[in-house]
DNA sequence: ACTGCGATGTCCT
DNA sequence: GGACATCGCAGTT
């Protein structure tokens, strides 16, 4: 299990280190697990996008707490988001995670997510990823050290290559490539946008 | 495969 | 009252 030392880095390390890594949840005695193949980075400091860019409120409270907490918000009145607060306690940083590779408890995401037709589509959103991992505003503020909710470290395949882009699905700071993702992943979001990223170090 | 759009709750101005 | 870190459906190529 993760721990507080590996969320206490700068948020865009954070972000890549976060892929490869396996997020384990159970509900209701069944095991999930997900592999995370995609995240965007967002930071407190001169970042428009943040739901912490003009300081701590009501919602976003979550974000100020130490690394390692889960934040979850609800989006566009019907879907759940998940974050991983990142830096020390008091930022206001995090890492919205965008898209798992089930690994484990694909029947049970086959029932909640019995919209998809593959199990490409169990998970490849951030609103679909809440849906499969039976993730909900509930769970804001719990710690990513919960027996029924963690990261465990996992390696890249020595295939895998991070590439870089801009965030999906927001207008204000655009240009900044905080969106990273495993290339060619099938198990990534809006595939139309899978080429437009470039490769990073 | 791609495009446009409606649903819907909460937050913040 | 407007904006929103989305999804799934309908219609078109």
Same mark, same amino acid.
């Given at each position: 299990m993760l721990k507080t030392d590996f969320y206490e880095q700068p948020t865009n390390e954070l972000a890549k280190a976060l892929l490869g890594k396996e997020l384990v949840r159970w509900v209701d005695k069944v095991e999930l697990v997900g592999r995370v193949v995609e995240v965007e980075a967002y930071h407190? !400091?001169? !970042?428009?996008?943040?739901?912490s860019f003009n300081g701590k409120t009501q919602r976003n409270g979550?974000?100020?707490?130490? #690394?390692g907490h889960l934040y979850v918000y609800l989006s566009y009145g019907m879907h759940c988001c998940m974050n991983v607060v990142a830096e #020390?306690?008091?930022?206001?940083a995090a890492v919205l995670i965008r898209a798992l590779e089930p690994l484990k408890g694909l029947e049970y995401m086959a029932a909640v997510r +019995? $919209?998809? $037709?593959?199990? /490409? !589509?169990?998970? &490849?959103?951030p609103g679909k990823a809440c849906q499969a991992f039976a993730?909900?505003? /509930? !769970? =804001?503020?719990?710690?990513?050290?919960?027996k029924s909710l963690f990261l465990r470290d996992a390696p890249l395949k020595r295939t895998d290559i991070i590439l870089q882009s801009p965030r999906i699905g927001?207008? $204000?700071?655009?240009?900044?490539?905080w969106r990273y993702y495993l290339a060619? &992943? #099938?198990?990534? +979001?809006? +595939?139309?946008? =899978?080429?437009s990223g470039s490769v990073i170090a």
């Open positions: 407190q !400091d001169g !970042d428009e996008a943040a739901h979550v974000m100020f707490l130490s #690394p #020390p306690e008091g930022i206001g +019995s $919209k998809a $037709k593959h199990p /490409r !589509d169990y998970a &490849n959103g993730i909900s505003r /509930r !769970d =804001n503020g719990l710690k990513l050290e919960t927001i207008s $204000k700071a655009i240009h900044l490539p060619g &992943n #099938p198990h990534v +979001s809006a +595939s139309k946008w =899978n080429a």
